[in-house]
Structures are given as structure tokens and as C-alpha cells.
């Protein structure tokens, strides 16, 4: 089973640019389905964008569609998430969700299918 660690999140202005990547230790990345979901307070985490195990699927929230891209790297045992043209209604803790799947292809879409979570990390998109 694999840990997962975000990293990147930060301060932007909006209409600018963010990475956020999540490096996951343990056997199998390869394996698994990636997920990015988030959070704004006073809300429910929401899907963001997934990946399959293989990295040729992925999936998109309308809300982040052409603006922002899920990548991941098998040999690094990490996953990212490229924003661009950030908007303030993106600020949320954004948080890194994995799930083994057997089908190399497939993208889990609801936070209910992944058990594997990181701890978050802080996007904020001023205004």
C-alpha cells in the first residue's frame, strides 16, 4: 500500500499558474488510480481530476476542464496537477487519493472509490 504527500500549493493571483504534486512511497504506484479532489471550507471535497494507473485515461471536472491537466510519472512515484488561470472560486486545500485497480485503464471518479488520502495541501487564488 502506498503514503501519499502533497506539496505546491501556495498563493497565486488569479489568472496565474500553480503546480501541486504528490509523491507517494510504498510498492505498486504503478497500479494505482490517481485522484486530485478538494476542499473550500463550509464545503464537501469535490472530484477534481483522476488519472488511470496506466496514465493514458483521464478525467476532468467540468469546473477545471482545459484549464487544468493531471500528469503522473511512474518512474517517480508521483502524480501532479497543473492549474492554470486560476480563479479564487479555485481556492480549496486540494488532496492527493489513490486507489488499486486491476484495470490499468480505469479513472475512479468519486472520492468513495479511493482509500488512500494525503493530508492536503493549501491553494489560495486572490482576487
Known amino acids: 500500500q502506498v503514503q501519499l504527500v502533497e506539496s505546491g500549493g501556495g498563493l497565486v493571483q488569479a489568472g496565474g499558474s500553480l503546480s501541486v504534486s504528490c509523491a507517494a512511497s510504498g510498492r505498486g504506484f504503478s497500479s494505482y488510480t490517481m485522484g486530485w479532489f478538494r476542499q473550500a471550507p463550509g464545503k464537501e471535497r469535490e472530484f477534481v481530476a483522476a488519472?488511470?494507473?496506466?496514465?493514458?485515461?483521464?478525467y476532468y471536472a467540468d469546473s477545471v476542464k482545459g484549464r487544468f491537466t493531471i500528469s503522473r510519472d511512474n518512474a517517480k512515484n508521483t502524480v501532479y496537477l497543473q492549474m492554470n488561470s486560476l480563479k479564487p472560486e479555485d481556492t480549496a486545500v486540494y488532496y492527493c487519493a489513490a486507489v488499486y485497480t486491476f484495470s490499468k485503464n480505469y479513472v475512479a471518479r468519486s472520492p468513495h472509490e479511493y482509500d488512500i488520502w494525503g493530508q492536503g495541501t493549501q491553494v489560495t487564488v486572490s482576487s
Open positions: 488519472i488511470s494507473a496506466s496514465g493514458f485515461s483521464t
